[in-house]
């Protein structure tokens, strides 16, 4: 009972919502080309639907998106991982590492950009690069939190390093690794559009920047739409992950 | 006891470097053990008791001294510890086939021997629980029940019912000799309490404070099975006053 009503609540806070800009559009009589309508916005998400524009430029996001994603994850764990382990290559990589991070990638994405072109590869670089960081530390911290005692228990098995890692190092770390996940899907999203804004002939950020040029206002909101329910869905399948390996951890059934 | 002995400790001593010139954990520890024996270490804390245990499960090397086994194998080892120390993440069931599955024992046959397990620690109806929802006592029987499975050589216990209450702990001592009974292993325990030794081993070696050395070795000559009433008689009585007046 409770959750469906909470469901309706979400379901119902969104209708105001909608309400409500409807609203400001009317009383303040802003042109539309300023501030579009529900509707408006509504009607030119069909259109671009209709003529395939919308899928198009989405599909391609979401490929930068997914590819980043990946590298980024594969190396950011498996740097993490041997971080986690030896203390010295933590101490030679971490100025980098620090440094990275006070460079905000909007500043290095034109320079990656004239690096490697505006395809996607530049995307998806930018995309695997901020989300690095914070999948790479939680690696760190999971793998650093696994119980001493486990590791004791696992030796006096005589379990081999390939057995510490499967099957106690990688389910141990999960958690906090797949809390790294969530942050690092999300900015994901933002890590793609970055790199489609500064240069890029296809994607959203491409159909926000012809939209924001032509005056069509109603487009840039459809395109920042399709970014929000594409972070959302990423967010989602963190969420099922989580619910499919950490149900351990979650109320006793 | 004519049969060569299965662990054979000579002078064993370990010293834990630090800034003060090394911490003397234990000195001097001579002992041996042979097969289906019950021993004993019982000790005040900071007399090296887990060091020693830790040494014969082979997680740490002595600063001198040696460790050797029948024949010089390897022997298969099973340990419990002062905490359960299960895989929050696997369930009873998996967490106990943990050794079997490190051996590389087909999944169906290491969850037969598994169940066997369960049902020799009376852990029935809980195969799929989740670690977080049992109990101190519950968890540690999942615990030896995991050091059991794989039919080790050698059971290490680590103060293995210091994290119980009283009396869940004197129910584990009447399980444990059973267990004990019918799997006929050769234990080696440490402990810091009097009824727990006198009541599970064949044999009590009392440790002194640090650095720990063998003070007195006492066998137990209880019958067996033992069971509760045996703590109170007087020759249970006055094993302990022995123990205790050795310890300091």
């Known amino acids: 009972m409770k959750p469906s009503f909470s469901h309706w609540l979400g379901l119902f806070s969104i209708i105001l919502g909608v309400f409500a800009w409807e609203l400001i559009v009317r009383l303040s009589g802003l042109p539309r080309f300023i501030l579009p309508s529900p509707l408006d916005v509504w009607m030119r998400l069909l259109k671009s639907l209709a003529d395939g524009s919308l899928l198009y430029h989405t599909s391609i996001t979401l490929l930068e998106i997914t590819l980043g994603l990946a590298v980024g994850v594969t190396f950011a764990t498996l740097l993490g991982y041997m971080l986690a382990k030896s203390r010295s290559l933590e101490k030679v990589l971490s100025p980098y590492l620090v440094a990275s991070q006070a460079i905000p990638v909007v500043a290095i994405a034109p320079l990656l950009v004239i690096w490697l072109g505006h395809g996607i590869i530049?995307?998806?670089?930018?995309?695997?690069?901020?989300?690095?960081f914070p999948v790479l530390v939680n690696t760190v911290v999971g793998v650093r939190a696994v119980p001493p005692a486990l590791y004791d228990m696992m030796h006096s098995l005589r379990a081999s390093r390939w057995q510490v890692m499967s099957k106690l190092e990688v389910p141990a770390s999960l958690p906090v690794l797949l809390g790294g996940l969530r942050i690092g899907a999300t900015l994901s999203v933002i890590g793609a559009i970055v790199?489609?804004?500064?240069?890029?002939?296809?994607?959203?950020?491409?159909?926000?920047?012809?939209?924001?040029?032509?005056?069509?206002?109603?487009?840039v909101f459809v395109a920042v739409i399709m970014l929000v329910a594409l972070a959302l869905a990423l967010y989602g399948i963190v969420t099922l992950l989580e619910k499919r390996f950490l149900k351990w951890q979650h109320t006793p059934s | 006891m004519t049969a060569k002995p299965i662990l054979t400790v000579k002078n064993l001593s370990v010293i834990f470097p630090d800034s003060n010139g090394g911490l003397h954990a234990l000195d001097d520890i001579s002992f041996e053990v042979h097969s289906r024996d019950f021993i004993c270490f019982l000790g005040p804390s900071g007399s090296g008791k887990t060091t020693l245990l830790r040494i014969i499960a082979g997680l740490l090397q002595p600063s001198s001294g040696q460790v050797s086994f029948v024949d010089n194998l390897q022997p298969k080892i099973g340990m419990v510890f002062q905490q359960a120390h299960l895989m929050p993440w696997r369930t009873v069931m998996d967490n106990i086939k943990l050794p079997l599955e490190l051996e590389g024992m087909d999944e169906s046959q290491?969850?037969?021997?598994?169940?066997?397990?369960?049902?020799?620690?009376?852990?029935?109806?809980?195969?799929d629980s989740w670690p977080r929802d049992l109990s101190g006592g519950m968890a540690q029987r999942v615990g030896i029940a995991r050091s059991l499975v794989h039919d080790p050589d050698l059971l290490l216990l680590d103060e293995p019912f210091a994290s119980l209450d009283a009396l869940t702990r004197e129910r584990m001592w009447v399980e444990l000799s059973r267990i004990w009974q019918v799997k006929q292993k050769t234990v080696i325990m440490v402990t810091h309490s009097i009824n727990e030794s006198l009541f599970l081993a064949d044999d009590v070696l009392v440790l002194t404070q640090r650095p720990g050395k063998i003070k007195l070795e006492v066998k137990v000559d209880l019958p067996r099975p033992r069971n509760d009433d045996i703590r109170y008689t007087s020759h249970f009585g006055k094993l302990a006053r022995k123990l205790r007046g050795a310890i300091e």
């Open chain 1, 122 to 132: 530049s995307k998806v670089v930018i995309c695997a690069l901020i989300v690095f």
């Open chain 1, 195 to 219: 790199g489609e804004l500064v240069d890029a002939k296809e994607g959203l950020g491409f159909l926000l920047k012809v939209g924001d040029f032509q005056y069509d206002t109603s487009m």
């Open chain 2, 110 to 127: 290491a969850r037969i021997k598994a169940q066997e397990m369960i049902e020799l620690v009376g852990l029935n109806g809980f195969e």
